[in-house]
């Protein structure tokens, strides 16, 4: 309680500042989401920059320097996804990390006879479970820069944190009833095994066939989908759509869509 009220006692003060003229410039020119937003959605969103860059631990990583400018980008992206909630911010998101390119992945794997092997893998993003988040700067600035065609890292990432919340990462964000609870579990069941024959018989899908390795990827997959080409999610996906909607509190389909 006495956290929360001095959580949003600098939060206020945060709020206070002025959003800075150049920040609103990277929101015009680097954000391609900032444009088809109304009024109320992008005062939210500038809200939710100045907040994140305040609170966040933000660390550019193999020589990339993480200028205000990268910054904003970021949390922009980020907070698209939270327009819909009240006073959200990613309270479990403490660190995020950034890299100029793919980095690489080293991961420790047990083999028979109780030796390890490390193995390692390119990677674009990574959301720890209770972690930082890991980005490639040139992935999500090009992603920044050309929506609409249903790929964003950061809307990936930050979904996985919003997966995370209650607990597992396991596809299931919190909801805020048991009957949206049970309607989650039914339909998204349906549509991950849907994903999963068409990534078997390689058929070609509006979502990412990524999201066919497992429901924690698959949310994120469709997050991505959902806030990056929801006109066209909204026509293939007619009911997960609806499911989305009800779930960020938010109808990306109205957008004026990108680019026209
Ligand atoms: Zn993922």
Request: aromatic share 12%; glycine share 6%; hydrophobic share 45%.
């Amino acid at each position: 309680m006495l956290f929360s009220w001095l959580k949003n006692r600098r939060r206020r003060k945060i709020l206070a500042e002025p959003f800075a003229e150049a920040w609103l410039n990277i929101l015009r020119a680097q954000v391609g989401h900032y444009s088809v937003l109304n009024d109320a959605e992008q005062r939210k969103l500038q809200d939710a920059v100045q907040i994140m860059l305040a609170e966040k631990g933000w660390e550019g990583c193999r020589g990339l320097e993480l200028t205000d400018a990268r910054r904003v980008v970021i949390a922009a992206l980020a907070a698209v996804l939270v327009l819909g909630f009240d006073d959200f911010y990613f309270d479990n998101v403490q660190t995020i990390l950034v890299y100029p390119n793919a980095f690489i992945v080293k991961e420790e794997r047990a083999i028979d006879g109780g030796a390890s092997l490390v193995e390692e893998d390119d990677s674009l993003g990574i959301a720890a479970h209770r972690g930082p988040i890991v980005l490639s700067w040139a992935e999500l600035e090009e992603n920044a820069a050309s929506p609409g065609e249903g790929f964003n890292l950061v809307f990936h990432e930050f979904a996985h944190k919003l997966d995370a919340l209650n607990g597992a990462m396991d596809g299931t964000p919190n909801l805020p009833t048991d009957d949206l609870a049970q309607r989650w579990a039914a339909l998204m069941n349906v549509e991950f095994r849907k994903l999963q024959r068409a990534e078997r018989t390689g058929r070609e899908t509006l979502l990412d066939p990524y999201g066919a390795s497992d429901p924690a990827e698959f949310f994120a997959v469709a997050t991505e989908c959902f806030f990056d080409a929801p006109q066209a999610m909204a026509s293939t996906y007619p009911q997960m759509y609806a499911l989305f909607r009800e779930y960020y509190r938010q109808d990306p389909a109205a957008w004026r869509p990108f680019f026209v």
